[in-house]
């Protein structure tokens, strides 16, 4: 049974900083591309960054280029998202997924998710 959990979520101060962490298990990823979303009340999920299987391609949205940064570590099925500069509108729950595909920026293009932690900045 593939599982993905999230860690690393909390309440944070702007301009401050989060870790956040995925680790996969159930199979192995090293193939799949590792990516987080996230969602804010009221709003559609959205895409944050992606990482290839290889580590050596990354995708990016906008909103969050130049102040988070995406990694992996392969032999731990495990995905981090570095926050800097964290903003109030980063406010959301951060959902971690896994794809088959490049290094995708849609959700329809994973296939396995977790459940989300948390993430508030104050102002």
């Known amino acids: 049974q593939v599982q993905l959990v999230e860690s690393g979520g909390g309440l944070v101060q702007a301009g401050g900083s989060l870790r956040l962490s995925c680790a996969a298990s159930?199979?192995?990823?090293?193939?799949?591309?590792m990516g987080w979303f996230r969602q804010a009340p009221g709003k559609e999920r959205e895409f944050v960054a992606a990482?290839?299987?290889?580590?050596?391609?990354?995708n990016w949205a906008d909103s969050v280029k130049g102040r988070f940064t995406i990694s992996r570590d392969s032999a731990k099925n495990t995905v981090y998202l570095q926050m800097n500069s964290l903003k109030p509108e980063d406010t959301a729950v951060y959902y971690c997924?896994?794809?088959?595909?490049?290094?995708?920026?849609?959700?329809?293009?994973?296939?396995?998710w977790g459940q989300g932690t948390q993430v508030t900045v104050s102002s």
């Open positions: 997924a896994v794809s088959r595909y490049g290094v995708p920026g849609s959700a329809h293009d994973f296939d396995y």
């Open positions: 990482i290839s299987w290889s580590g050596d391609d990354t």
């Open positions: 159930g199979r192995t990823f090293s193939s799949y591309a």
